[in-house]
């Protein structure tokens, strides 16, 4: 992988787009025709029998174009989460391996430097720019350079400390998200409200079908919108879980593989 490039941007980029293509798809050629033949139906039943109790169905509560849009932002923003709960689960598995590659309780000293900062240089690039390995390097060219544990010890710390700051601060655009969904669903309620209102004088007159339909708009936008956001932030939850163990583990695996072991 080519240094700097931006991968997360083309990869937000194009999850976006194939959200809403999918999920417009779904939508003109599935739920909107499901609810307007529904609706159809429902009508001519209501016209047959004045006492018919009008039935609910699913097509109907997510039809409309707020709901269309939490269900776009919904996708987009699992699939930021996977792309980010991938690199954490594979940064995750390195845990598990003897990258040093030294006898178990072999002390290490500054002659050690070279060989260990060569081993981790040979791991491949794209396992370089992880946590563990980054960690691991900082380590010993500190020890290298200035033979003290606690200054590497530090040195290790300050590597894993910035690291999962920089993990939060890259959830900004899903905690966004989160927020933008109950956002579009009150739109929606807005809208329905208003166009509620604004048929008022029909509900007057006896004709309340109108009203009813636009104030089906605006609470089944909120419902939606309001399940969408409990389930995306359960997934934000366990990813930020998820980096901040590999945050912890990283630094105690660098303590007990590397500084414990040094001798100045």
Known sequence: MRRGFPVEL????????????????LYVSVIRPQARAFLEQEARQMQADPEYVQQ????????????EACFVLMLWALAIL???????????????QDLLRLPAELPIGPEDTRDLAGRIRALPASMQAYLLPRALLTAIERFAATRNVQD???AARDICSS????????????RYIAWAIPSVGFIGTVRGIGDALGQAHRAVEGDITGV???????????FIALVISIVLMFFI???QLMQERLVLDSERYVDH?????LQG
Do not use: C, P
């Open 237 to 239: 939850h366990q990813l």
């Open 10 to 25: 083309v990869y937000q980029v194009f999850s976006l787009l194939i959200a809403f293509i999918l999920v417009h798809a």
């Open 56 to 67: 609910r169905s699913f097509f109907v509560v997510v039809k409309d174009y707020e709901q």
């Open 152 to 154: 590497v010890s530090t």
């Open 212 to 222: 009813t339909s636009s104030l089906g708009v605006a609470f089944n936008s909120t």
């Open 257 to 261: 593989w590397l500084i414990r072991r």
């Open 163 to 174: 690291e999962g700051e920089r993990m939060e601060s890259e959830l900004s655009i899903i």
């Open 82 to 96: 996977g792309f980010k709960g991938r690199a954490a689960y594979r940064q995750q598995k390195l845990l598990d």
